[in-house]
C-alpha cells in the first residue's frame, strides 16, 4: 500500500503488511518454526516413564535434536497463530509413543502435553502459555499434545450430545445395564473425575456414564484436512494420539476407557486402555505437538513452500 513517509507528505513509499494467517486456505501450509536453534538444551529433552505411561517400556525418551518442520493449524481462542508438526513425533529411538492401562488412559493426556511442551520455546512461541512439570521442576512452554477438538474445528465436526447409560451392581453381585436383566460381569471399575481416583462399583451401587464415543473420516478437501490425515508426504497415514479421553458404554455392561486418536485417516474413539472388568490393553502411536505463537505473531512473507513468521 501507498503512504507517506515521515514528515514529507509528497514522498509515497511502500508499506508491507504481515498477512494475518488466519485464513482457512493457509491452513497446513508451512511454517518457519525454529525450535531447536537458539533453545536452552535443558528444556529439549524427557524421559516418560513407566508411573506415567503405564508402559512396559520403562523409559520412553524424547530429544529434540534438530528443528523439525511445521504447518499451520489455525488460530486460538484469542486468534493467535497455532502450529503444529509435519508429522507426529516419535522417541529418541524412533518408536511410536506406548501408552497401557488404567495409568496410560488416567496420565496419558498429561504425559503427551510434557513430550509437546518440549517443542514450544522457540521465536515467537507464548512461552507462557502453558506450566508443565518435569520431574518436579515447573517449566513454562508455548506446547502442548493435540487435542480432538483441534481436528474438530478443522474438520468440521460438531459431536451430538452424549448419551448416557446406567450401569449397577445388583444384590446377586452382577452387573446391570440401563435396568436390563444382570449381564455375564461382577466387577465394574470406573474413574471418578472428582476424586481422580479408581473405585469400583459395590452391591446396590449405579452409576450414570456418558457413551462419549464418536469417530469420523478426515475431509481430503483441503490442505488443513489432508494435514490431519496425512504425513508431510502427503500420502502417507498419520498415526498419532490425541490427548483426548473417550468412554465407550457397552450394552453388555461394561464399559471401554479410550484414549483418542487419528489412525488411518479417521478421528477414532481410541485404543481402548482400560476396561470396567479389569481387564487393559496397550497401544503406540505417535505425538502431534501443537504451539501456540505470541499475541503479534503472523505469517509475513512466503520462500518457496514456507512461510515466515515476523510481527
Known sequence: INATCGDNTSIPCTIKVAKPGKESDDLGEYVNYECF???????????????????????????????????????????????????????????????????????GPDELDRISGLFGHGQYADTNKYTYSYDGTNVSTAGRSMKVEDANKIQPYTPSAFATHTFKKEEDGYISYDGEPKTKYKTFNYYDETSKTWKSLAKGESIVMPHSMYSYNIGTTNNGQKMLRYKADGSTYAFYWLASRA??????????????????????????????????SAGSRGVRPVVSLESGAQLTEKVGDTWNLGK
Open 247 to 280: 468412554v465407550y458404554c457397552n450394552n453388555n455392561g461394561s464399559v471401554d476407557y479410550d484414549m483418542r486418536t487419528v489412525y488411518g485417516g479417521v478421528v477414532y474413539r481410541g485404543n481402548g486402555m482400560y476396561y470396567s472388568t479389569g481387564s487393559y
Open 37 to 107: 536453534t537458539g533453545v536452552d538444551r535443558n528444556l529439549l529433552k524427557y524421559t516418560s516413564k513407566k508411573q506415567f505411561s503405564g508402559s512396559n517400556t520403562a523409559e520412553q525418551v524424547f530429544e529434540i535434536t534438530a528443528n523439525v518442520k511445521w504447518k499451520l493449524l489455525g488460530t486460538d481462542e484469542n486468534g493467535n497463530l497455532l502450529i503444529t508438526t509435519a508429522d507426529p513425533i516419535q522417541t529418541k529411538a524412533g518408536a511410536d509413543y506406548n501408552l497401557q492401562g488404567k495409568t496410560g488412559y488416567t496420565t
